[in-house]
């Protein structure tokens, strides 16, 4: 599951060669770097179930914050916002690694069982 998100950061860096691949790698992982102190926090909730799928022990349970389409598009504008301003980075380049942010959701769409929220816990989950 991991190798399809680097694959999209070294893909994002033939695109825009100037962005940096460590800073493509964590937005690729943004996500999950976000999820599991949200976990730990009570925010968001996963069950350790053995073998719940062949790859995972993890049965994603309630995650709209991270894990949501639109929460996706949300931390995606905040990086793109935040590598403008804080970071004075071009908008190619903030764009270039928003687009990684966004692509997490997408990747994960392929692999997941259907967990993943559209907008909220209560919406369609695919």
Do not use: C
Not at 32 to 55: A, C, H, K, Q, W
Not at 63 to 68: A, I, Q, R, V, W
Not at 76 to 84: H, Q, S
């Amino acid at each position: 599951m991991f190798v399809g998100h680097y694959a999209a950061s070294l893909a994002l860096k033939k695109v825009e060669p100037k962005a940096s691949l460590g800073t493509l790698f964590l937005a690729v992982q943004f996500v999950d770097i976000l999820f599991f102190p949200f976990v730990m926090l009570g925010i968001e909730r996963l069950n350790i179930i053995e073998n719940f799928t062949s790859s995972t022990h993890f049965e994603l349970e309630y995650m709209p914050y991270t894990h949501s389409l639109l929460a996706t598009f949300l931390w995606a504008a905040l990086i793109y916002l935040l590598f403008r301003t804080v970071r004075s980075a071009t908008r190619r380049i903030a764009l270039v690694i928003a687009i990684g942010v966004m692509s997490y959701w997408f990747l994960d769409l392929l692999v997941h069982t259907p967990d993943l929220p559209l907008w909220s816990d209560d919406s369609l989950k695919l």
